[in-house]
T-cell receptor, first 115, second 110 residues
Framework: DVKVTQSSRYLVKRTGEKVFLECVQDMDHENMFWYRQDPGLGLRLIYFSYDVKMKEKGDIPEGYSVSREKKERFSLILESASTNQTSMYLC??????????????FGSGTRLTVV | GEDVEQSLFLSVREGDSSVINCTYT??????LYWYKQEPGAGLQLLTY?????DMKQDQRLTVLLNKKDKHLSLRIADTQTGDSAIYFCAEKTAGNKLTFGGGTRVLVKP
């Protein structure tokens, strides 16, 4: 089974801190994604990556950046955390190939609280 | 543009059928998906349907697609307490991105 592992389940950070959220997948997937999930708003795409060192902005990239130095790892960076970035963050990966494998595999999520 | 909408909440009695509805706007969608999220967990792919199909059945799950109205539904037969979760529909359009709905929280009452 594909595993997508997010390094922390819960994080509490202070306003202004630089925050790193890590995501690792073990099935050689080309595509990786970062979403945030907020009640009533569903999942909103922050950034995604189709390949190593490649990144594309999603729908809400402001205040975030990403890094993909290795194929298996996709990091989300909050340059200066703010309280409105308190949320559940979900990482996902998918292979490039014949559908329906375009369905994503998700990690368990990191619940970030910024105080 | 892409927009996927779902109702926020559904309450159902154990043993009854649940029907979760979803509307989408992008007519170029190729695949549509249903995901389940249990408390404290990530999203788990439940089922999918290709856009040229009208219906797909997988054990207790039935997916209906009305492409003309851009309406997707998920029916869960004989709903169990373990089916209590948030259900997301998602559409795949050009490229390799999925657009998700806001999620429907399903509460199964004994």
């Amino acid at each position: 089974d594909v595993k997508v592992t997010q390094s922390s389940r819960y994080l509490v950070k202070r306003t202004g801190e630089k925050v790193f959220l890590e995501c690792v997948q073990d099935m050689d997937h080309e595509n990786m994604f970062w979403y945030r999930q907020d009640p009533g708003l569903g999942l909103r795409l922050i950034y995604f990556s189709y390949d190593v060192k490649m990144k594309e902005k999603g729908d809400i990239p402001e205040g975030y950046s990403v890094s993909r130095e290795k194929k298996e790892r996709f990091s989300l960076i909050l340059e200066s955390a703010s309280t409105n970035q308190t949320s559940m963050y979900l990482c996902a990966s998918s292979p490039t190939g014949t559908p329906p494998n375009y369905g994503y595999t998700f990690g368990s999520g990191t619940r970030l609280t910024v105080v | 543009g892409e927009d996927v909408e779902q109702s926020l909440f559904l309450s159902v009695r154990e043993g009854d059928s649940s029907v979760i509805n979803c509307t989408y706007t992008d007519s170029s969608s190729t695949y549509l998906y249903w995901y389940k999220q249990e408390p404290g967990a990530g999203l788990q792919l439940l089922t999918y349907i290709f856009s040229n199909m009208d219906m797909k059945q997988d054990q207790r799950l039935t997916v209906l697609l009305n492409k003309k109205d851009k309406h997707l539904s998920l029916r869960i037969a004989d709903t169990q307490t373990g089916d209590s979760a948030i259900y997301f529909c998602a559409e795949k359009t050009a490229g390799n991105k999925l657009t998700f709905g806001g999620g429907t929280r399903v509460l199964v009452k004994p």
